[in-house]
Each structure stands twice: as structure tokens, then as C-alpha cells.
């Protein structure tokens, strides 16, 4: 039987929280397998020491939709506690918004993508509760992708920003709760920090092997089957190309009004591209990115998830674009997730190296294999954090 942290926390409360103040990081997909919500929980188990909420970004509902849309602090509808957005004016909490509690308790859904934001505002709050002497404790998710999977360059220093502020790769294969004991030790933050481990998880388990339906951590995470895809086809985001937002399909769509599918799986053709299927599809996003415009592209399907690549795929996909549309095919100016110098592109990608091999063509195989030592360098990293084995 799998049962996620917070079903720990009301199986067995840790005796450390016993008689304390306490804080929850969530937003409206922190549930149980019935959909009660964790805040409820918490107030069941802990009655009366539940002071305030957190939310990262998109919201506490995850009602706003894109980077760089900011969320109000507000009151919860339901118990009426202060829920401080940590989306805000400022991505980190202020040593004030502290005061109030003892114990930062975080129950978040994370995507196992290095540029997905709720493990950096919880890098945030460590650092806040380091600053301050408070103690968090992460009642641990499974990762949904699976945590036996790695794949793509180490984040190098010259592109520190919130979507990656330690070298990892795009796909960690870490639940939330090891990233954070990673960061916390390897950043120098030593904070107290306690991880309350999902039970009955193995590392090479997806979310349809669980028992848990897919509740979405935000508006453009609908399904497993975006979460899939989403540490490749991420890369969009820093182009004039519609990654999909704006339709029903997010990240599994993508294309643009000047994109001949024809010829891009003539020029993909070249590279490996396992456990997937590319079917040409014409779209026409309501928002967004060529809003109101038939876009040509492709619906990308997830046949294999073992063999599937999906940093690979999207980088051999990207590097078609750049080369058979020179004309039309854009970078994404500045600003993205508050970065307003950098280069969008390769914020995501965390090497400006990488974009200039892929625009110059290199083979994307090779490219891979170029990454070897930093993978093999952090898997042994990695190793030291793991809380999951395989079956």
C-alpha cells in the first residue's frame, strides 16, 4: 500500500510537531487519494496549530496561467488563515511572514522538471527558515514521472535563476522531499529540515502505477500524459513557437503558422527519437501564443515511457525548427521568470552552450553523450539523497 506524506502525517504525526505552531506550503491540488485537502488534514490532526498558508506560484487555486502573473496575498475561504503568495512582489518569504509558526510544513505536487518552480520556492523558504530558526518538514509525493529516470545537461552557474538554482538536469528523477535534502546541504543552507517519506513508492513507478488520481498543480498540467512530456517540451516556452497553451492539449501540442510537419519529420529522421509518436495535427489556440491562428504542428504521443526521451526528442524538434525556418523562427525576448537580460532560451536550458550546439546542428545523440561525466558525476550525488528504491 502506497500512502503519500501527508497520509503519513495523519497515520503517524511526527512527535516533533507535537504542541507546535504550524505553516502550509499547498495550493488546491494538495490532496489525499479522497480529495480532502492537506490544510484540512492538518487541522484534524493538529487542531488549533495551523496558523497560516503558502502558495507558490499560479496561485493557491493555480488559476493564473502563465510565468510572470502574480497572485495576492489573500484570506482562505474556508478556514479564513492568511495564505501568503510566494508568487508575489517577491518569490522568496519574508523573515515576517515567519513569525507566526514554529513549523513550515510543505505539501506540494512537483513534476520531476528542473524548470518547474515550487522546488526553488522551497529552496526559498529553507533559506527564510535558516534565516529565522524554524523547521520545515516535507511530507514527500511520489514523483509522477518516475524517480529512476535522469536525463539532460547539468544547470551550469552562468544561468542560476528560479527555474534552477542548483546544477541538476532537466528530468532529477527526485521526489520533492530529496531535491530539497540535496539543496539544503549541497547550497549550504542547513536548514532543519525533515522529509516524511511516501510509504509503499518505488522509484521506477509512474502515477497510473499508484493509487492516486492526477489532480493538476497548474492550469498547464492537466494529465500524466503532459507531465510526460514536459521536461522536452518545456523548450517552447522560450520561442516564438505555440507550445499549446491556449488549447486543451498543453505541451502536447505545439507548432506555428510557418511549420510544414512534412518536413520536419524528414529532418528529425536523422535522430533516435524512441517511444513516441509525432502526428502532424493543425490547432488554433484561443490565448497565447498565435491566438486566433491555425497553427501547423504536431500532437505528440507517449507510446514506450521507458524508452521515451523526452529532452532529446524536443531538442531534435527545436533544432529542425531553427534550421528549416530561419526566417520565420524566433528566440523569446527578455523578460522571462523575472530574469529581463538573459535569454529566455537558455534559462531553460541551462547552458548557452547547448543552444549554440543545437543552432550549429550538432548530432543530438552525441550531444547526450557529451553529458555523460556531469550525469555520472551527479548520480553519485544523487545517491546520497535517495530515499526510494527500485522494485
Not at 510572470?68 to 518569490?91: C, K, N, Q, W
Not at 525548427?321 to 523562427?329: A, G, H, N, V, W
Request: hydrophobic share 40%.
Amino acid at each position: 500500500m502506497i500512502r503519500i506524506g501527508i497520509e503519513q502525517l495523519a497515520f503517524d504525526p511526527p512527535a516533533s510537531l507535537r504542541g507546535r505552531k504550524v505553516a502550509l506550503l499547498c495550493n488546491q491540488a494538495s490532496t489525499d487519494r479522497s480529495f480532502r485537502h492537506s490544510r484540512d488534514i492538518v487541522n484534524e490532526v493538529l487542531p488549533g496549530q495551523l496558523t497560516c498558508l503558502f502558495s507558490p506560484q499560479h496561485g493557491f487555486f493555480s488559476d493564473k496561467q502563465d510565468n510572470m502573473i502574480e497572485s495576492a496575498h489573500m484570506d482562505d475561504p474556508v478556514t479564513g488563515l492568511p495564505i501568503f503568495s510566494l508568487y508575489a512582489a517577491s518569490r522568496r518569504p519574508e523573515p515576517w511572514m515567519f513569525d507566526g509558526f514554529d513549523v513550515l510544513l510543505v505539501d506540494l505536487i512537483d513534476v520531476g522538471t528542473r524548470v518547474y518552480t515550487f522546488a526553488w520556492t522551497v529552496v526559498h523558504c529553507l533559506q527564510t527558515a535558516a534565516a529565522t530558526g524554524r523547521k520545515v518538514v516535507i511530507l514527500d509525493r511520489p514523483n509522477p514521472i518516475g524517480g529512476h529516470l535522469v536525463e539532460g545537461n547539468l544547470l551550469s552557474g552562468e544561468q542560476l535563476s528560479f527555474v534552477g538554482l542548483y546544477p541538476i538536469p532537466m528530468r532529477h528523477g527526485l521526489t520533492l522531499g530529496e531535491l530539497a535534502l540535496l539543496c539544503n546541504r549541497e547550497m549550504g543552507i542547513n536548514a532543519d529540515l525533515e522529509v516524511l517519506p511516501a510509504r509503499g513508492w518505488r522509484r521506477n513507478m509512474y502515477m497510473t502505477e499508484t493509487v492516486f488520481p492526477w489532480v493538476f498543480p497548474s492550469p498547464n498540467m492537466p494529465s500524466l500524459a503532459t507531465a510526460l512530456v514536459y521536461p522536452g517540451q518545456v523548450v517552447w516556452e522560450g520561442t516564438n513557437v505555440s507550445e499549446g497553451r491556449g488549447t486543451t492539449l498543453p505541451f502536447l501540442l505545439f507548432g506555428a503558422p510557418f511549420v510544414f510537419p512534412g518536413d520536419v519529420l524528414r529532418f528529425c529522421a536523422r535522430t533516435s527519437l524512441p517511444g513516441c509518436v509525432l502526428r502532424p495535427v493543425i490547432f488554433e489556440p484561443t490565448s497565447g501564443k498565435w491566438s486566433g491562428r491555425a497553427c501547423q504542428g504536431f500532437h505528440l504521443h507517449v507510446v514506450d515511457r521507458e524508452a521515451f526521451r523526452p529532452y532529446r526528442t524536443s531538442l531534435a524538434l527545436l533544432q529542425a525548427l531553427i534550421r528549416l525556418y530561419p526566417d520565420d523562427f524566433a528566440y523569446k525576448e527578455p523578460p522571462y521568470e523575472y530574469e529581463y537580460e538573459r535569454l529566455p532560451m537558455d534559462l531553460i536550458l541551462g547552458d548557452r552552450r547547448v543552444r549554440g550546439e543545437v543552432e550549429a546542428g550538432a548530432d543530438i545523440v552525441e550531444l547526450e553523450r557529451s553529458w555523460r561525466k556531469d550525469l555520472e558525476a551527479f548520480a553519485e550525488l544523487r545517491r546520497s539523497v535517495l530515499l526510494y528504491g527500485e522494485e
